[in-house]
């Protein structure tokens, strides 16, 4: 440019620095910014901000500071956004205590005379910051007393806000003071989206409040929201208490509104009935129920429903164990009669050890000897006829598999 008496100005400068810390050159950036001044260039705050947010993305705190204390020192006026990126990034790296004062340092600055007309005055984004960080410090009524304050300055508390003081105060387990925050958010015009809902419903069920939370959820579609994977990791988390009745509520209400479960849904509460700490037959036999449900509505094989086929293969190992041989026979022909579900050799020898354990011997022997497998590719290994074998000497029927097993070999 100098070559053909072209002078770059700061907003060359600037576009160049922000587009060198986008792509993580920050060496060039920093070298590009310190030729500045050797160039005739003046540094304008936009300039010092878009070094310092490269600066703090890669955690070089002590040089973003420096470059900070410079600006202030030419006398150039931090803007929001200057500030706004420092407490931020100290948020994220869990420095709380040097963010607050940096925050503190702000609100001072902006005080002072004429600072609001270079550009220096705090909005609902610097609150939120500061908010968000409070919450995740379990922090939560610094954080609303920071609200209040930031309603005295003439700042109305924004969605996000909303939604970071529901959050904090539910994880806080201060559930009452949730709704509450819910009811003042609708009030004060301000629309919750399907996180606000989450995690209202997720607090609720927490405090074992399940009729609240299942009226609550009822409102999602009626607001025009789609649950999500965070409503659906809701459901799993009230299997895994045991709390069956509300989540098949929860999900009973999803089909009231026309919202019908889909593929992650079902085997969300599944897994949840399968992974329950006190598995009983009557948490199989739900579980069976939700994947007939499922198979009758001809999900296809994403990966959400070849998990939940595994998952099949549990329950029907578990109704063996349980006793439950007739329960999970019926299973077994289910879904190898859907067409999706193709058996394995696995499940098989499952089957056939399950029957053998349950001394139905002749059973286990027909679905070897049946075309069953041979005619879905399965063949039979060792397990198989170790299974067959063993329990027949000990039952004292080993003619039976002798006589079965050479034919096979």
Known sequence: MSSRGVSADSYTYNSLIHGLCNSDRLSEAVRVFDSMSSRGVSAHSYIYTSLIDGLCRRVLWKEAIRYFDEMVGSGIS??????????????????????????????????????????????????????????????????????????????????????????????????????????????????PDISTFNALVNGLCKAGNIEKARQLFSEIPDKGLVVNVVTYTTINGMCKKGMFVGAEKLINEMKNKCCMPNATTYGTIIKGYLENDHLEGSNVTKALEFLKEMLERKFSLNNATKSLVMRSFVIIDTLLKTGLVDEALHLFSEMIDDSNIAPHIILYNSLINGLCKNDRLSEAVRLLDSNSMSSRGVSANSCTYNSLMGFAEKTGNSNEGIETGPSYI
């Open 78 to 191: 931090p803007t929001v956004v200057t500030f706004n990126v420092l407490i931020d990034s100290l948020i994220k790296e869990g420095r709380m205590e040097e963010a607050s004062k940096i925050f503190d340092a702000m609100t001072k600055l902006c005080k002072e005379p004429d600072r609001t007309d270079k550009g220096l005055e705090q909005d609902v984004c610097s609150f939120n910051i500061l908010i968000n960080g409070y919450c995740k410090k379990s922090r939560v009524d610094e954080a609303i007393q920071l609200c209040k304050e930031m309603r005295m300055k003439g700042l109305k508390p924004d969605q996000v806000t909303y939604n970071t003081l529901i959050v904090g105060l539910c994880e806080a387990r201060k559930f009452k003071m949730a709704q509450s925050m819910f009811i003042e958010m609708q009030s004060d015009g301000v629309s």
